[in-house]
């Protein structure tokens, strides 16, 4: 059974960090599409950033870029989004995702995840 159990969600400061971990489970996280997700209230889930776990080719949304880092251990089977330069704007829902690479196929914000954590909250203020 595949889990994903997401940690290090909280309040801060504008301008403020934040680390995000998620521990997975039930299925071979080596060679995988790990992902962030987020949800803000009245808004559509959208990407945060992704990785693959066989290569740690990664992939941002434009409006993260230079200020979110996504990494992995495989040991640990443990993705984590370090964010830096918190907005108002990135308060949100974060969900951790997992899926196949399929062949041919790059990890990025539109790749199939199909498994999801419950979330953690980040809220921003100003």
């Known amino acids: 059974q595949i889990q994903l159990v997401e940690s290090g969600g909280g309040s801060v400061q504008a301008g403020g960090s934040l680390t995000l971990s998620c521990v997975a489970s039930?299925?071979?996280?080596?060679?995988?599409?790990m992902g962030w997700f987020r949800q803000a209230p009245g808004k559509e889930r959208e990407g945060v950033a992704t990785i693959y776990t066989g290569d740690d080719s990664a992939f941002y949304a434009d409006s993260v870029k230079g200020r979110f880092t996504i990494s992995h251990d495989n040991a640990k089977r443990t993705t984590n989004l370090q964010m830096h330069s918190l907005k108002p704007e990135d308060t949100a829902m974060y969900y951790c995702a997992t899926g196949p690479r399929w062949a041919g196929a790059d990890c990025d914000l539109d790749a199939d995840f199909g498994y999801w954590g419950q979330g953690t909250q980040v809220t921003v203020s100003s």
């Open positions: 039930g299925y071979t996280y080596s060679s995988a599409c």
